[in-house]
């Protein structure tokens, strides 16, 4: 096999599975419904629709579905924005030093630990409902992971290395501007593709529980009348949109961190 044919095909896959993936879920819910099986092991549309007619109600409804859309992104890549800005100032603060770390480290499991969907009824009665709630739930749930990594990337400098450069003049912000911070990058745009997943479903539940525009709020509503293919083309949308902004972050980490991988990882 050729390099250009492994490329493609290695592009090509994601494609085919989740073609296939969809195919099968088709064929299962056709054959389930055929009358003469349909006492055996009917699936009926309110259970699992088929996806055609998912990208039925996509296709009928893509500017309700699209203006919801454009909601949840828009307080999902706000509240991730904030987590990076948060995220990297007390990474630096928690990795460069050693009292920080036991001072707030222990803080940041505890309060990771709670449930943030017991923490959106609280911003609620803070702030009220609709897009604020969503922006701070995205922000606390991506927050931790940016936080852990960056200052795992600083502590990675080995005490030799810090020695060498010391005893050459280097002072302790020289280490951690030259050093420390090119060697937690790698590190931080690992945490960034978890974290984005994580902002988006830190906004959806704000929007579910309260919320009054979004992805969420709309699922919500086509919960209540049972309209089960638009709940899933809400869930369609969410994944679209969350393999979008993970490989936005995959291209900048690419361009950025370009010098920490081998090999294949480099095309």
């Known amino acids: 096999m050729t390099a250009g044919t492994e490329r493609v095909l290695r592009i090509a896959m ?10 099968i879920w088709e ?4 054959v389930c419904n055929i009358p003469a099986l349909s006492s055996v092991c009917s699936i009926p549309e309110i259970i699992l629709p088929r996806p055609t007619r998912i990208f039925e109600v996509i296709l009928l409804r893509w500017d309700i579905l699209l203006e919801f859309c454009l909601q949840t992104l828009w307080t999902t890549a706000l509240g991730f924005l904030i987590a990076i800005a948060g995220g990297l100032v007390l990474g630096l603060a928690i990795g460069a030093s050693p009292f920080v770390y036991s001072g707030l480290y222990p803080l940041l499991i ?17 702030v ?4 604020t709630p969503a922006i701070i739930t995205a922000f606390v749930i991506s927050f931790f992971p940016i936080v852990v990594n960056v200052a795992t990337g600083l502590a990675t400098i080995e ?12 002072t302790r912000t020289e280490i951690l501007t ?14 960034l593709k ?11 539940i704000s929007e579910t529980v309260g919320g009054n525009r979004g992805i969420g709020f709309l699922m919500l509503s086509a919960g209540a009348r049972n309209d089960a293919p638009t709940t899933f083309a809400g869930l ?16 900048v980490e690419k361009r950025m961190t370009r010098w920490a991988f081998r090999g294949e990882l480099v095309t």
């Open 14 to 23: 994601p494609w085919l599975a989740t073609a296939g993936l969809l195919i």
């Open 27 to 30: 064929l299962v819910c056709v």
């Open 110 to 126: 505890a309060f990771n630990a709670i449930p943030k969907v017991a923490i959106v009824p609280i911003l609620m009665i803070w």
């Open 128 to 131: 009220g409902v609709g897009a």
């Open 159 to 170: 005490p030799e290395m810090r020695d060498v450069l010391r005893s050459l003049g280097a």
């Open 178 to 191: 030259k050093v420390g911070i090119p060697r937690a990058m790698p590190y931080l745009f690992a945490s």
């Open 194 to 204: 978890v974290a984005i997943t994580l902002a988006f479903i830190g906004s959806v």
């Open 236 to 251: 369609f949308a969410i994944a679209v949109m969350g393999v979008l902004m993970y490989a936005l972050c995959a291209l």
